[in-house]
C-alpha cells in the first residue's frame, strides 16, 4: 500500500493531494469548533429575535383606511 502511495504521489502529485486535502475536510468538520471554543474563546453568535418586540403602551387601531 506505501508503495503505491508513494508512485502515486511522485507520477499524479495534483490528484494525490487533492484527495488528502479533500479527506482532512470532513475531519475538520468535528475538531474545529470544539477547538475554537475550548481554547481561543470563541462564543458563538447572539441568537436572532423571533418575534419583533411590542411597546409598553396602549395601540391604537388605524382609522380611517376603510373601503
Given at each position: ?51 419583533y418586540p411590542l411597546p409598553n403602551r396602549a395601540r391604537n387601531p388605524p382609522s380611517?383606511?376603510?373601503?
Open positions: 500500500m506505501a508503495g503505491f502511495l508513494r508512485k502515486f504521489a511522485l507520477e499524479r502529485p495534483v490528484i494525490f493531494w487533492s484527495c488528502v486535502i479533500g479527506s482532512i475536510g470532513p475531519v475538520m468538520v468535528w475538531t474545529v469548533p470544539s477547538i475554537r471554543r475550548n481554547y481561543f474563546g470563541y462564543k458563538g453568535i447572539e441568537q436572532l429575535p423571533m418575534t380611517g383606511y376603510e373601503d
